[in-house]
């Protein structure tokens, strides 16, 4: 069974950072590319960025409203995905779910969520 | 960016209704696109990818078409645990979009 647990979310001030995990079981975990998407509170999906395979080099992408401040980052020996956050701003408040990237690069696989506050 | 339109916004259906939402791309995606079904509280759920391909596991209940960009989900007998909201993606071109979301309400 596919499974994916995001750790690491909590309240921190504007301009804090956080780093945020993922941690995945079930399927070959270096095969996939793997994605951040975010959602704030009452509002819709929002795509945050994705780490390619070993095999596309770990290339990443970015949406513009993080790049530069966020990184995604992997370890296929711990089968674990992470998203380090810097320079957070209140907007960044929303649950961040990692996913499974598959068929025509579709989410398939969605981890539960984990909330990232950003308050003074 | 493709910017994703979905319509309605909201709809009110009963228990056995068939029911549609469409999705329109600003620019043509071919058929790179998802729809997701997210439940309050809950992560989303793959239901269709490839514009028209079931998801393992999906209930055959639930279909889409389109090409291009213009797209539609369609559940074809709405069920109690039908009742959510619905976000279609593209996945054409960097940065993936979701549609702003539509919310499925029991009339």
């Known amino acids: 069974e596919v499974q994916l647990v995001e750790s690491g979310g909590g309240l921190v001030q504007p301009g804090g950072s956080l780093r945020l995990s993922c941690a995945a079981s079930g399927f070959t975990f270096s095969d996939h590319y793997m994605d951040w998407v975010r959602q704030a509170p009452g509002k819709g999906l929002e795509w945050v960025g994705r780490?390619?395979?070993?095999?596309?080099?770990?290339?990443?992408e970015y949406a513009a409203s993080v790049k530069g401040r966020f990184t995604i980052s992997r370890d296929d020996s711990k089968n674990s995905l992470y998203l380090q956050m810097n320079s957070l701003k209140t907007e960044d408040t929303a649950v961040y779910y990692c996913?499974?990237?598959?068929?025509?690069?579709?989410?398939?696989?969605w981890g539960q969520g984990t909330l990232v506050t950003v308050s003074s | 960016d493709i910017q994703m339109t979905q319509s309605p916004s909201s709809v009110s259906a009963s228990v056995g209704d068939r029911v549609t939402i469409t999705c329109r791309a600003s620019?043509?995606?071919?058929?790179?696109l998802a729809w997701y079904q997210q439940k309050p509280g809950k992560a989303p759920k793959l239901l269709i990818y490839?514009?028209?391909s079931l998801q393992s596991g999906v209930p055959s209940r639930f279909s889409g078409s389109g090409s291009g960009t213009d797209f539609t989900l369609t559940i074809s007998s709405l069920q109690p645990e039908d009742f959510a909201t619905y976000y279609c993606q593209q996945a054409n071109s960097f940065p993936p979009t979701f549609g702003q979301g539509t919310k499925l309400e029991i009339k």
């Open positions: 490839a514009a028209s």
């Open positions: 780490t390619r395979n070993k095999a596309n080099s770990y290339t990443t």
């Open positions: 620019q043509g995606i071919s058929s790179w």
């Open positions: 996913a499974r990237v598959g068929h025509i690069a579709a989410l398939d696989y």
